[in-house]
């Protein structure tokens, strides 16, 4: 059995009581700045600290490729994950594009890409295997592979700096992978679970929904988080579960983008429940599944925007407003410094 | 009467359709990024190109005080008006942290607060009065002061470099300035325009709203938009108004913040309707009115975060998204141009 890492509850009474004191002397209304002063709080909890500070944030892009994507789940070829990668080292995607202008470190993870790649600065290659197995078919993984993506991805972040992670992926089927998980460990129908992914008509998203239901039934006893993850996979989702594990293990901040990213949270939090104090959810995808996820996650997402591309792009579009979060509580004056006057009735 | 500057209609199918086609064109499925790429069409439009790009942001702050004040319908005394502008000039408001953190020019407006500031870098002294007139007892302005107002918004615009503007504003009593504008120009009951601005609790509402209520009986014949701003104010109000429709006619985008720069929007739309095309609206404001101002513009803003602070906080902390969206239209490779595969069914 896999030796999870300790992860401490962020709840602390008396520090949040400081915190919320330090954030209602500072020279605005009580809560006129809403959500960011949660946020403010949560990182100051995570940080232990009436003062924290983000620092050197990290863009982790998992990649992988899924052995069911031979069953016709997805709008777009397998061969788009490798050229995915090969766009995002490029500095063509999104997500680059968007790392670039927050100036957020992007590391692009090869989990399991069916590709061999050259080797280059911002690629890791820790191929746990050339995509993972057909799950209609079999399990995606064996129980070893499961736990060695998941060492892989906690050994990356403890050799990270900076203590904020933000989790992407890539891999041409992983909304398959994702809805399965988000049926089997919450206990939703499959079919509130799948959405068009990439961009599915409606008679490929009923012929998806078929084939998940069949992969569901032949892996009926896989219950357990661990199981499931083998059973459906993948790679690129195994590894974000082991470097959500290793952040909050290490109270880091963990920016969590969309619906895959989000099944892999659920995984983790199955394994380790304190491991959501850690989490900020980046937005609400337009994919199916994922208002079902978050809130069985009881998380409430910081974007709304229509966004369902994945890469990590709604996490880097989200962290300008969880980077606001400390430094209003660290650079705003309060009324006494400011010479402000307090409410009349205050 | 006052002449407006022509504002032309963003409009434009021939290259509405050829942005389209370049969004579309980009690795990523169809419509993925939501919300982001209405906006790189939008600042295509507005800037009449297929190749748009945001430049040298400008957040402007109008400060002024309101007569209406005196009769308590606001939690803080009118003094933090000049309090606060003197904490935006300090580095200590969020607004100055947040200017900072996204490279945003902050210049502070001096519209008409009961104060006499001493001249520094960031300050602009536009003084149209000590306040407007209390509107519980006559015009909050002449139509003389509101012209020059408007004629003072316009120039601050048309004198800075760049082609984005951000309208952030201060000034103790404006959220009743604004209920208003809202209740009169929209024709909605008061008491549904009405909030709690800074912090009013339940009796205070109540007694905002009756006041409110013989404020807009007293100026029952002040139905145009120019007399209705008149009537009830204010200074700040009236140069954001000029603010925007100078902006608009040099084809610069506007970053609307919340509700009282909203109702300046409103204001402006009732001169020039083509002004509408020109505005990103940051925020949906907890401040009870603003769901019904955006609304009766048929505007969704983009972020929900509970903000109610003003100051431009809201259109500051939404810059980034905006930066986003041209950013990505004009840096993501194409398909062709990464050699990624197209849809399957494509």
Redesign the interface.
């Known amino acids: 059995m896999m030796q999870l890492p300790f992860i401490e509850p962020i709840a602390d009474a008396v520090l949040a009581g400081r915190l919320q004191q330090r954030i209602d002397r ?11 002063e949660a946020l403010a709080l949560q990182i100051g909890l995570v940080q232990r600290s009436e003062h924290p500070r983000l620092d050197a944030p990290q863009m982790l892009v998992f990649a992988a490729d899924h052995g069911l994507a031979a069953q016709g789940v ?4 397998s ?2 994950t490798w ?2 990668v ?2 995002f080292l ?5 997500i ?3 790392a670039e ?2 100036s957020l470190a992007l590391h692009v993870v090869d989990a399991g890409v069916r590709h061999t790649f050259e080797a280059r600065p911002g690629l890791m290659v820790r191929k746990i295997g050339e995509g993972t197995a057909d799950s209609s078919l079999g399990a995606a993984m064996t129980a070893e592979q499961c736990e060695r993506a998941i060492g892989a991805g906690r050994e990356i972040v403890r050799a990270l700096p900076g203590n904020v992670v933000l989790l992407g992926e890539m891999g041409i089927g992983n909304t398959s992978a994702a809805a399965l998980l988000l049926a089997r460990l919450a206990g939703h129908d499959i079919a509130q679970c799948a959405g068009r992914g ?2 599915l ?1 409606d008679a490929g998203l009923r012929h998806k929904v078929d084939v998940l239901r069949r992969v569901l039934a032949l892996h009926e006893s896989a219950t357990g988080p661990l199981d499931a993850l083998a059973a459906f996979g993948g790679f690129e989702i195994a590894m974000m579960v082991g470097a959500a594990l290793q952040a909050a293990a290490g109270r880091r901040l963990i920016v969590v983008d969309g619906f895959i990213g989000g099944a892999a949270v659920l995984v983790a939090a199955a394994l380790a429940p304190t491991l959501l104090g850690y989490c900020v959810f980046a937005h609400r995808s ?1 994919e199916a599944g994922h208002t079902l996820l978050l809130d069985h996650l009881h998380a409430t997402p ?8 994945g890469e990590g ?1 709604g996490a880097a ?1 989200a962290w ?2 969880i ?2 979060a400390w ?2 509580l660290d ?3 309060s009324f006494d ?9 205050g």
């Open positions: 500072l020279t605005k209304p009580v809560g006129s700045l809403g959500r960011i997805s709008a777009y070829p061969d788009v050229q995915m090969e766009n490029a500095g063509g995607a999104a680059s594009v968007l202008q927050h990439t961009g008509d337009n910081l974007l709304e925007l229509g966004l369902r591309l792009s579009l300008p407003l980077d606001s430094r209003l650079r705003m004056a410094s400011a010479g402000v006057s307090q409410r009349s009735d």
